[in-house]
């Protein structure tokens, strides 16, 4: 139960920090979020909890394709903000953008040979 606590709090400290650098310097908290360190800190517990070089390998390749379906709510966000459009529902079109291309990559990609 401690180590599920302490992954816990590991997480939202990075959340939390990211949320506040973002205060007073949205491209640094922007920087932050981008890097890696979700998937990274993913990848050293899930090898922790079950050492397997396949199962590692077929997870970051996964991770990678995933990543390419959530970079166009990146982009919408801004478009609807600076049109307008109030910061809620850009947020929820957005995520709804990411879902449904989420979705399609999960259909499409294996007919493309792509293990998700």
């Known amino acids: 139960m401690i180590p599920l606590i302490a992954k816990a709090l590991l997480s939202g400290a990075l959340i939390v920090a990211i949320a506040e650098i973002g205060k007073r310097q949205p491209a640094m908290a922007a920087l932050v979020a981008s890097l890696p360190l979700v998937s990274v800190l993913g990848m050293?517990?899930?090898?922790?909890?079950?050492?397997?070089?396949?199962?590692?390998?077929?997870?970051?390749?996964?991770?990678?394709?995933?990543?390419?379906?959530?970079?166009?709510?990146?982009?919408?966000?801004?478009?609807?903000?600076?049109?307008?459009?109030?910061?809620?529902?850009a947020l929820i079109a957005s995520c709804a953008l990411a879902v449904a291309l989420y979705l399609a990559m999960t259909a499409i990609g294996p007919r493309f040979g792509l293990r998700l």
């Open 44 to 89: 050293i517990l899930l090898w922790w909890g079950r050492p397997d070089a396949e199962n590692m390998a077929r997870h970051a390749e996964a991770t990678f394709w995933y990543v390419l379906p959530s970079l166009p709510m990146f982009l919408l966000i801004p478009l609807l903000l600076r049109q307008g459009v109030s910061f809620w529902l």
